[in-house]
């Protein structure tokens, strides 16, 4: 099974550590420039690193919940419920110097995939990181949409295990800033 790695974002602007199996969905149709898009290569399963204009009209836990439901409003989703919005220590992440404040929520949204009717409930984490300075606010986003019965692959091809909180959390406590020339001339 391959190893967990450290990747280049927003090339090499940004790195973070991917969970084993991450496939850059850039390589399988366009991204927004603002986005780093990875999927699982079994389940439906993503992660979603976004570089956001900062919403200074939104401040604290209501940040995290802005970001969420206007998420929701991009997906078309008819339903959002936020389970738990708790602050992030700063301390933990490795953008601890340029990072004013950080948010986690959870929550489910109700989406239903292009072209199908049925909404299904869509388990999202998200850390928002905001970064003032910059006049941005950095979305990581890892969706877990319910599981489908897809067949299994042969016996000599192991899928990887479907990601968990820990892939998610890694991911955002090693995402690492190497050049802010990505946020334009300050």
């Not at 199908?116 to 950095?138: E, H, M, S």
Request: aromatic share 8%; charged share 15%.
């Amino acid at each position: 099974m391959e190893p967990s790695r450290n990747y280049p974002l927003f090339g090499g602007a940004f790195s973070s550590i991917l969970p084993p199996g991450a496939i850059d969905v850039s390589d399988l149709r366009p991204v927004p420039d603002n986005q780093e898009v990875f999927c699982h290569p079994v389940t439906d399963q993503s992660l979603i690193v976004e570089l956001l204009e900062f919403q200074a009209h939104v401040l604290g836990e209501a940040a995290a919940r802005y970001h969420f439901e206007d998420v929701g409003g991009v997906q078309g989703a008819r339903a959002v419920q936020v389970e738990s919005v708790q602050p992030l220590n700063v301390e933990n992440l490795a953008l601890r110097g340029y990072c004013q404040e950080a948010w986690v929520l959870s929550g489910k949204q109700q989406v239903a995939k292009e072209n199908q009717q049925v909404a299904k409930d869509v388990t999202l984490n998200l850390a928002l990181l905001r970064l003032p300075q910059y006049q941005t606010d950095l979305l990581l986003t890892f969706s877990q949409p319910p599981p489908d019965n897809r067949p299994s692959l042969g016996p000599g091809n192991v899928p990887p295990p479907p990601w968990n909180l820990g892939d998610f959390e890694q991911l955002v406590t090693s995402l690492t800033l190497h050049d802010p020339n990505i946020f334009g001339p300050q």
